[in-house]
């Protein structure tokens, strides 16, 4: 299953330059978060495939203009053909402001999955906005990761692990790619494409 996940800033490869060809072979899209809902709209409409998103913490507007033909997975265990998905969107709290939460909040907001996860028997791909905490986050409160992400890899060993957040472009070194124990991570800034069977994804991750 190839999948094609976004985040954080608009691919003009995509949206501005588009060719539905460009979509062929994709299976699934997955939003990380903070993007222009009408974008997310817009790959829905040429898309033949389920476009799902998690909230970023400036995706205050989806409140008003929530992306049309896409499906919000936020504290639910989406199935695409047999792939548990689990979404935990937002980000560190840092300010006012919808979607974002402090540690205790996060992890609240796990423990209400308990019986979905109990009766999904896990999980196989988790997909959040903010990084787990010290894999690929960032040291200031705002860009900090969660400790509760790294919980829940520790406990249902997920293949993947989608994040975004921390842009490539920050000049921080972010990584796109990380490993934590079973669990491959990969930070989706902007856009990139893996094969969710692929067992080194590290050697075969790449832009479209």
């Not at 060719?19 to 062929?24: E, F, I």
């Not at 019986?115 to 903010?130: E, N, P, Q, S």
């Not at 991570?185 to 856009?191: K, W």
């Amino acid at each position: 299953m190839k999948i094609l996940a976004i985040s954080d800033e608009e691919s003009k490869y995509l949206w501005e330059y588009f060719d539905k060809s460009k979509l062929t072979g994709i299976d699934l899209i997955i939003s990380c978060g903070d993007l222009d809902p009408y974008y997310l709209s817009f790959l829905a409409t040429f898309a033949t495939v389920p476009v799902l998103y998690v909230h970023g913490n400036h995706d205050k507007v989806y409140g008003k203009i929530p992306p049309e033909g896409c499906i919000c997975i936020e504290d639910k265990i989406y199935v695409h053909n047999g792939v548990r998905i689990l979404g935990l969107g937002g980000s560190m709290r840092y300010s006012e402001g919808p979607h974002q939460y402090t540690e205790r909040q996060m992890r609240q907001r796990t423990a209400k999955l308990k019986f979905k996860l109990l009766k999904k028997r896990g999980f196989d791909i988790l997909v959040t906005h903010a990084p787990a905490y010290q894999i690929n986050d960032g040291r200031d409160l705002p860009h900090q990761g969660f400790q509760t992400f790294v919980n829940l890899m520790e406990k249902y060993r997920p293949k993947y692990f989608l994040h975004g957040h921390v842009h490539l472009s920050y000049g921080r070194n972010h990584k796109r790619y990380d490993k934590y124990l079973d669990t491959h991570v990969i930070n989706a800034y902007e856009r990139c494409v893996f094969e969710y069977e692929d067992d080194s994804p590290e050697k075969s991750l790449f832009y479209v």
